[in-house]
């Protein structure tokens, strides 16, 4: 029988239909603070956000709820929220500023940075035949890009949906993502965000939007012009467009949310919401009311009250039911996962909310699982029902392509082969058996850090441009450059960073577990050696779309190997093998040397050794029965290696593909077992085995 969920809100019925609710001609308020002794409604000229129009009171209701019915509010109003109350430790009430409902649906900006009014929306639009694709897990292939950067040059998009919602779903960019094979188009935050004052004051923003304002609106600026001239309902309706037309080509869209901190920054930072709300309850902090910050930015929200937490909850609901958003990735995702002790807990009930959510179950729910606070690190720790980006599958990936190579050339390489082949086969060591592989986001870069040009081209960041005197950004990030620094007219060396790039893609596309592509990197988009561009809006962080022919190959890779992932279920099992037993839908897998023989217990962990073949026998339950090998050799001298001969039933292996090739080859090479091949140095090849 099914495992049977069960779903509690946080809260209750009591923080039901927080934010405005229009019915019978008027519109009714609700909004909670626990410590408020006052709450009142302002409603505003609907051009001139600084006349205040009206203002009434709300009524205190059992559970720390305010609630008023007005006519004064209805489609278009512009309002915003006084709140007063006690002073004291946590407290940080003022009945003169003006707050944004936390729930508001719609965003309205006067003159100055902190001028942001709250607007009525009514919701609804017309889906036509669209539907949520519902992509299989494994067969999930993941972009992570930028809104605005993924558009912002395209030459076949019409300049005026540059960098737009729009321009997103144009015909132009749903042929690419086809072309390239891509399932799942996962944006940086789209939340309503606002750069941080010390960035305007350098003349810089925040270009990556991990600095969120409100947690229901879409972010204005992404929307086109004609939209934002018409106003927030226009926005909100080229977002839903843009969803809707993704849809219909069915690709799914997942939203990177940032529910572990506010814009509010630290005490004295601005106030414009919760900050003023209810202090004390929304943002972690100890008896004096300093702040318990776990992300870095300042504050950290309050998951562990239920305010906190159905706040998030709710926000998540309303974009995968009203927006129809496929699913989200958490960033610092142990942040909202931490008790009222501030200690992280996989038995959290704001991740059991998530997760047996009626409306989100079925969501993909994606955990970036560490945050800057005591124990922090969480990877592998989160619930059944979720998905992890897998920072040591990363870490190990670019250790075995890169830093291990760059060590071996002064000395010898300082590991064996062991390790990688663990985060091949689905980091089993990681992941427990009830979750299986898929609980693994793999991914080799990301938004955060190097690009993958990048990553084989520099040994350290460069990040002078964003005016903290190269402070900023990681100092660990396990790249080589090859032997020169930065851009190089070396013939040698930029043929060895291309075979490292195309090793570092085929090892994400051939593993186990759901591949994360970010955005450029099919083509080796460069970020000149910045690896935290997170305050750069311009060409250094958009994509270009004027390539080289060393780029289209490099694409042309990217393509071929998504669709022999598709292809082949042997390299997207979604459980693991288990020995001597029938596992449906896992790969059982078999691993020999560069001999042909089964690979012994000392040779994984000998640095001597770094060549390995990889057999995996897939046990498909709606899909025919179907075997891959591939080799891996790690070392940058060539090797002779002996196709096996001990795999039952195999009568010969025929050639899929190999990263030695500047361009993925159409040519379908038919080998013998026992059969010897020549290898080139740090390289990989695959094969069908029939």
Not at 540 to 545: Q, R, S
Not at 571 to 590: K, T
Not at 605 to 620: E, F, H, I, K, W
Request: hydrophobic share 35%; proline share 6%.
């Amino acid at each position: 029988m099914p495992e049977t969920r069960v779903f509690a809100a946080p809260g209750g019925t009591t923080l039901d239909d927080l934010g405005v609710r229009l019915h019978d001609g008027v519109g009714t308020l609700r909004v909670w603070s626990q410590n408020a002794s006052s709450v009142e409604l302002v409603v505003f000229d609907a051009t001139d956000l600084d006349w205040a129009t009206d203002q009434v009171s709300l009524e205190r209701l059992p559970g720390g709820v305010w609630e008023v019915t007005t006519p004064l509010l209805q489609a278009g109003t512009r309002y915003a929220i006084r709140v007063g109350g006690p002073h004291g430790p946590g407290n940080t009430f003022n009945p003169e500023t003006l707050l944004l409902d936390p729930y508001a649906r719609g965003l309205a900006q006067g003159g100055g940075y902190e001028e942001w009014r709250s607007v009525v929306i009514v919701d609804g639009f017309d889906w036509g035949e669209s539907r949520k694709p519902r992509v299989p897990l494994d067969r999930t292939i993941i972009y992570e890009g930028h809104l605005k950067g993924l558009t912002k040059r395209q030459p076949d998009v019409p300049p005026a949906l540059h960098g737009t919602y729009a321009g997103l779903a144009h015909p132009a960019m749903i042929e690419y993502f086809h072309t390239l094979g891509i399932t799942s188009i996962e944006l940086l935050p789209v939340h309503a965000f606002v750069p941080e004052p010390r960035l305007l004051e350098r003349g810089l923003t925040n270009y990556w939007g991990y600095n969120t304002l409100n947690f229901f609106t879409p972010h204005t600026a992404y929307a086109s012009e004609d939209a934002r001239k018409e106003g927030p309902e226009a926005v909100l309706a080229e977002f839903k467009g843009m969803v809707r037309l993704l849809h219909e080509a069915g690709l799914e869209v997942i939203l990177d949310v940032v529910y572990n901190h506010t814009s509010e920054e630290g005490i004295g930072g601005p106030r414009s919401s919760l900050r003023g709300l209810d202090n004390a309850n929304y943002y972690r902090q100890d008896a004096s009311g300093a702040y318990i910050d776990t992300t870095g930015c300042g504050n950290t929200l309050n998951t562990s009250t239920d305010a906190g937490a159905r706040l998030v909850l709710d926000s998540l609901r309303y974009w995968a039911q009203e927006m129809q958003i496929d699913g989200f990735r958490f960033d610092l995702a142990t942040s909202i996962a931490r008790d009222a002790d501030h200690t992280y807990s996989p038995e959290h009930p704001l991740l059991t909310a998530i997760a047996n959510d009626p409306v989100l179950r079925d969501t993909k729910l994606i955990a970036e699982p560490w945050d800057v606070g005591l124990g922090g690190w969480q990877t592998g720790n989160f619930p059944a029902g979720w998905h992890e980006w897998n920072d040591r599958y990363r870490d190990r990936v670019r250790n075995f392509w890169l830093s291990d190579i760059d060590y071996a050339r002064r000395a010898s390489a300082p590991v064996g082969i062991g390790g990688f082949a663990t985060r091949l086969a689905g980091s089993s060591n990681t992941f427990d058996e009830k979750r299986g592989p898929l609980a693994s986001v793999n991914f080799v870069t990301a938004h955060d850090g190097f690009t993958l040009h990048d990553l084989v081209s520099y040994d350290v960041k460069h990040n002078e441009a964003n005016g903290e005197h190269n402070r900023d950004g990681a100092d660990t990030n396990r790249a080589f450059n090859h032997g020169v620094e930065g851009p190089t007219d070396d013939a040698a060396i930029l043929s060895a960073r291309r075979k490292a790039m195309r090793n570092l893609l085929g090892t994400l596309l051939l593993s186990a577990g759901i591949p994360m592509l970010t955005a450029g990197d099919e083509v080796g988009r460069t970020q000149r050696g910045n690896n935290n561009a997170y305050a750069q809006d311009s060409a250094l962080t958009w994509l270009a779309w004027d390539y080289e022919p060393w780029q289209l190959d490099l694409q042309a890779h990217v393509a071929r190997l998504i669709e022999l992932r598709s292809q082949n279920p042997a390299l997207r099992p979604s459980r693991y093998a288990r020995l001597g037993e029938h596992i449906p839908n896992a790969s059982v897998m078999d691993w020999f040397d560069q001999n042909g023989e089964t690979m012994e217990s000392d040779q994984w962990t000998d640095p001597g050794n770094r060549t390995l073949q990889y057999v995996a026998a897939s046990t498909p339950d709606a899909e025919d029965a179907n075997r891959i090998l591939l080799i891996v050799h790690g070392t940058e001298s060539p090797i002779d290696v002996r196709l096996p001969e001990e795999i039952e039933g195999a009568t010969r292996f025929v050639s899929l593909w190999s990263s030695a090739d500047e361009r993925p080859s159409d040519d379908r090479e038919v080998f013998a077992p026992g059969d010897v091949l020549p290898v080139a140095g740090t390289s990989m090849r695959l094969f069908l085995v029939e």
